[in-house]
Structure formats: C-alpha cells, structure tokens
C-alpha cells in the first residue's frame, strides 16, 4: 500500500479505503457527533460505567439519559390521581412484567 501526503486527508483516507466524508466533516456511515465539555473526573465516572458494562460512553450516556427520563415521568405519574383506567394499565403492565421475569 502506498500512502502520499499529497493533498492532504482526502488522498490518505483513498489509501487506506476509509469510508468518505459527504463534506460535512462526517464520515458517511457513522452517527452525527459532537464535543461536550465535562470536567475530567465527569469523564473518568462517565467512562467507568461504561467500562463496567461494556459499551460506549455514547450508549452510557443514552441509558443515563433513559433513565432520568423515566425518573421525571415516573415523579409526574406519582404526582397525580390515578382513575380506573390508569390504575388498569398499570395492573396489566405489572403482570406482563412479573410473567416476563419467570
């Protein structure tokens, strides 16, 4: 394989055959990304959860975000009165639940 400097990364990423940017400065395949600033001990307990699950700081940062998202719904739901129906719903969803878990 021969790699030129010439024109910069567009000849070196041919090279290598990585896959092309649509010129956007995202790579075609991959998800749209970005940087968040976090200090490094944020990061380094960011990282330690995923490491202790095995998935990405993307996928950690996901589930956390799923997560407190079904904390704030679940406090607006206690928050309320129940009617007949909801308390039905919520009967049914803990019996598919407790079948699921045998």
């Known amino acids: 394989m021969q790699v030129s400097a010439g024109s910069g990364g567009r000849q ?50 996901q589930k956390l975000i799923r997560r407190e998202r079904r904390r704030i719904i679940g406090a607006q739901l206690s928050a309320g009165s129940l009617d007949s129906d909801d308390v039905a719903v919520l009967d049914a969803s ?9």
């Open 94 to 102: 803990a019996v598919d639940v407790a079948h699921a878990s045998r």
């Open 12 to 61: 070196l990423s041919e090279a290598l055959d990585f896959p092309r940017s649509d010129g956007s400065g995202i790579l075609l395949g991959m998800p749209e990304s970005t940087t968040i600033k976090v200090s490094t001990e944020t990061r380094d307990a960011l990282r330690r959860l995923a490491d202790r699950e095995g998935i990405t700081l993307d996928a950690q940062l």
